[in-house]
């Protein structure tokens, strides 16, 4: 069935590099999501990637898929403390129109 | 640029009360999407609509009903709430065939309490 999994949190030093891992089980997955969901808040799409791509690169944020071992990641530079948030991956397979989210990471930043 | 809308922001019901939700898309947009995020849970999919015909269909309760309208807005109905149904609930919309990506913007949710 299909499946997302993350680590649940993650604490780095402002400044500093954040990666975020997540895996997924659906082969068929066709679009991969980060999503950011501050305290209280809604959720916002801050990227995706096309399942025939390896690499997406916006600003600060890159993501690496590695669609042989269902392997995503999301790395924020320089960390903020306006980063500080719950960071949701979700894939999307070619026959559904639903997202499956993972569980989402809790990033928290230390001065 | 203009978000999905979503009213009420808030809304407290009691148990076996109903509740309706709404969901505005983005303008042009022909998808809308429900889903449901429980206290520190991740989103979870209800059921989606394209162009007013029922799309997809996920965790659904029965008690739960939904459609879109011909100007593309969607109600989400909640009947004999229940205290599990207290939640956050999103409303996504995209444009299908925008380059096949479908991609869903989510609305602000609306906050329902159940006493």
């Known amino acids: 069935g299909e499946d997302v999994e993350q680590s649940l949190f993650l604490s780095v030093r402002e400044g500093d590099s954040s990666v975020i891992n997540c895996t997924y089980t659906?082969?068929?997955?066709?679009?991969l999501y980060w999503y950011k969901q501050e305290p209280g808040a809604g959720l916002q799409l801050l990227t995706y990637?096309?399942?025939?791509?390896d690499m997406k690169q916006d600003q600060r944020l890159t993501v690496l898929l590695n669609k042989k071992d269902k392997h995503l990641s999301l790395r924020i530079a320089d960390t903020q403390t306006g980063d500080s948030a719950i960071y949701f991956c979700a894939e999307r397979g070619s026959s559904a129109s639903k997202i499956i989210f993972g569980s989402g990471t809790r990033l928290s930043i230390r001065p | 640029a203009a978000g999905v809308i979503q009213s009420p922001r808030h809304l407290i019901k009691e148990k076996r009360e109903t509740a309706t939700l709404k969901c505005y898309p983005i303008?042009?947009?022909?998808?809308v999407y429900w889903y449901q995020q429980g206290p520190g849970q991740d989103p979870q999919f209800l059921i989606s609509f394209y162009e007013k015909m029922q799309s997809d269909k996920g965790s659904i309760p029965d008690r739960f009903s939904a459609q879109q309208f011909s100007d593309y807005h969607s109600e989400l109905n909640m009947s004999s709430l229940e205290l599990g149904d207290s939640a956050l609930y999103f409303c996504?919309?995209?444009?299908?065939?925008?380059?096949?990506?479908?991609?869903?913007?989510f609305g602000p949710g609306t906050r329902l309490t159940v006493l």
């Open positions: 659906d082969s068929s997955s066709t679009y």
């Open positions: 990637i096309f399942s025939n791509m």
């Open positions: 996504a919309s995209s444009l299908s065939g925008t380059g096949g990506t479908d991609t869903q913007y």
């Open positions: 303008p042009r947009h022909d998808t």
